[in-house]
């Protein structure tokens, strides 16, 4: 490890909540992909660890350590005998969070911070990212301003609504990332005076160079992939009811579901009850490139993601899912739910109101029976995909922005 700057980059922390580990953040290995092949150095650090699932490649690249052990103990107290004073004031910005709740959290990710803090100064890091502006935030601003390092946060939508400290964070990063318009104004709102507005970059693919094949004309079968957690704010329950309608409606659709999560006992009961269980496959957790060599199998007509607000508030940014489908030649059917409407409206997308399963039935007897219009949108949205989401412009313009001195927008979100 080294400290200058390279010739084309610099050295990296990319601070998250499990990757390399875990199964919902594959949408960081584009980036990091992106990144390595511009010369830049490049280290993942989780904030914890799962089953291993998407990185294993990274491996080498990943400083881990648990939350809470003896040698993040240790290097706390160390760090935290460099500098007493600035360790207690921090410790008291943490534990004023809005919540006990976040107060809790904070606290509890406030020693691997000062551990981090010394692993990047030894290490000769020039930069720190941060995937998620929530807990892994609070560690990853702590280690950046213990270690004296400038730092930036790309914020996604749960992480905005838990307010956790947002007006602190932002103050002093070199930039805070929105992934769509909607998650920039609620930032924004949170933002302390005088502090530089948001920028919009999206969530950016690896397009593939040549799109799925599509199968033309009427078709008997609609098969269609959807690839989420299998959680509220997804809304398979109106998918798996949209089954059975469209079914109803003349329309027979086989469907793949890519995910796990704490509603799959209850989908399996729904697809039972509806006697549509027959035209589901469960396929539970699946490593990213699997996903994508079936998105481009041609095993699909369509990818299918009928998002909603969930119960507690929580909806979505740009689902990465809907990205790379788009981008792989695949017609999308779904809502307008929180960004979505910037990947897939103008008619990039075919979609639906949330909570819909009539409507939900009615696009997908459409997209069964007109070939056409599955070959338009699926034209249309790997056009949208490849101006506006494609991996190396815009990972072109997150580079530039980590270089760059911070400077207020007044007027755009827009980088």
Request: with cysteine; proline share 7%; charged share 20%.
């Amino acid at each position: 490890m080294t400290s200058h700057l390279r010739d084309s980059g610099m050295k990296i922390a990319y601070l998250s909540k499990e990757m390399p580990f875990g199964a919902t953040e594959a949408f960081i290995l584009p980036e990091v992909a992106d990144h390595l092949a511009a010369g830049w150095d490049v280290w993942l650090v989780p904030l914890s660890r799962a089953s291993m699932v998407h990185g294993q490649h990274l491996l080498d690249r990943t400083l881990a350590a648990p939350v809470i052990s003896a040698g993040v103990l240790g290097g706390a107290l160390a760090e935290a005998a460099r500098r007493p004073w600035r360790t207690m004031r921090t410790l008291l910005t943490v534990m004023r969070a809005p919540s006990p709740t976040l107060a809790l959290r904070n606290v509890a990710v406030f020693p691997k911070g000062l551990w981090l803090a010394r692993q990047l100064r030894r290490h000769g890091f020039d930069h720190v990212h941060i995937h998620w502006i929530a807990a892994p935030a609070t560690m990853g601003v702590v280690a950046a301003r213990m270690a004296g390092l400038p730092y930036s946060i790309t914020a996604h939508r749960y992480d905005i609504a838990q307010r956790n400290l947002i007006g602190w964070k932002a103050e002093g990063a070199r930039f805070v990332r929105a992934i769509d318009e909607p998650g920039a104004s609620e930032l924004a709102a949170q933002f302390r005076p005088g502090t530089p507005a948001p920028r919009v970059l999206h969530m950016g693919v690896t397009v593939p160079p040549i799109p799925a094949e599509p199968r033309p004309g009427a078709l008997p079968e609609l098969r269609i992939a959807t690839a989420a957690r299998l959680v509220d704010k997804k809304g398979h329950l109106y998918l798996v009811e949209a089954l059975r309608l469209a079914r109803d409606r003349g329309q027979r659709v086989r469907l793949d579901v890519f995910g796990d999560g704490p509603l799959g006992p209850a989908l399996r009961e729904q697809a039972a009850r509806l006697d549509v269980a027959d035209q589901i496959e469960w396929h539970g957790v699946t490593a990213h490139d699997a996903l994508l060599k079936a998105l481009l199998s041609g095993r699909f007509d369509a990818s299918v993601l009928a998002s909603v607000t969930a119960a507690d508030g929580d909806k979505e940014g740009i689902p990465v899912f809907l990205i790379e489908s788009m981008g792989a030649g695949l017609p999308v059917l779904t809502t307008a739910n929180g960004g979505i409407a910037e990947l897939a409206g103008d008619g990039c997308g075919l979609m639906v109101p949330e909570r819909d399963a009539g409507a939900i039935a009615d696009a997908l007897v459409t997209l069964g029976r007109d070939g056409e219009l599955r070959s338009t949108l699926a034209s249309r949205g790997r056009e949208r995909v490849l101006s506006e989401f494609e991996i190396g412009a815009c990972m072109a313009q997150f580079r530039s922005l980590v270089h760059s001195d911070p400077s207020p927008a007044p007027h755009s979100y827009r980088s």
